[in-house]
């Protein structure tokens, strides 16, 4: 059974800062790893990750994945209020597009 | 290109009805997941279809079902409503090919279960 766990469980920080969250997995045929972003509304897409050691970047968020460690990280630099929400990762298998989600980070930047 | 669109985006019922919600995947887009989020468990998946067909199931009951039409729109049934089916239910739609293209989600149904 495929198994993900992010950390950590929640994080509070001040505008300006810069914050890493983990996802961690387990998952027999790998195929992707995602992270999503979700405010009080459905998850919004933020990367999908293949291949290990390659970083994708946009504005202040970045993510990196490592295959041999399975795991993968998503950086956030420079936060703002906007920031907060909880950040999900999924894996994905080669059986089809069936996510498996981790519990989330839910971040909360203060002003 | 439109998003994924779901109808209705609320729903009140009680306990022993049923509900059908539904789905309509962005245009060109084959695969349809459903899943189901609560506070106490998260995002956890229900069934994925594709080209018409359920490729994927999770662990849920029998009164969970699904079906896709050829115009690649999904529906998802519940029969039998328990308190425990008030959730938020997202559906989800990709390209089919694992790995080559993200799911992209709706806005969800919220249920509410009396």
């Known amino acids: 059974e495929d198994k993900v766990v992010q950390s950590p469980l929640s994080l509070v920080v001040h505008e300006g800062d810069t914050v890493t969250l983990n996802c961690s997995y387990e998952v027999t045929n790998f195929r992707s790893l995602l992270w999503y972003k979700q405010e009080k509304k459905a998850p919004t897409f933020l990367f999908m990750l293949t291949s290990s050691g390659i970083e994708k970047k946009s504005g202040r968020l970045s993510s990196i994945l490592d295959k041999k460690e399975l795991f993968s990280i998503l950086n956030i630099t420079a936060t703002q209020t906007g920031d907060s929400a909880v950040y999900l990762c999924a894996v994905e298998d080669n059986a089809g597009n069936m996510l498996t989600f981790g519990g989330g980070t839910r971040l909360m930047v203060k002003p | 290109k439109a998003g994924v669109t779901q109808t209705p985006r609320y729903l009140i019922k009680t306990r022993g009805q049923q509900v059908t919600l539904s789905c309509s995947p962005i245009s060109g887009h084959r695969s349809v997941s459903w899943y189901q989020q609560t506070p106490g468990q998260g995002l956890q998946f229900l069934f994925e279809y594709f080209s018409e067909t359920q490729r994927n199931k999770g662990n849920f009951p029998g009164r969970f079902s699904g079906r896709q039409f050829s115009n690649s729109r999904s529906e998802m049934n519940v029969s039998t409503l328990e308190l425990g089916d008030s959730a938020l239910y997202l559906c989800?739609?990709?390209?089919?090919?694992?790995?080559?293209?993200?799911?992209?989600f709706g806005p969800g149904t919220r249920l509410l279960v009396l």
């Open positions: 989800a739609s990709s390209s089919g090919w694992p790995g080559t293209q993200p799911s992209y």
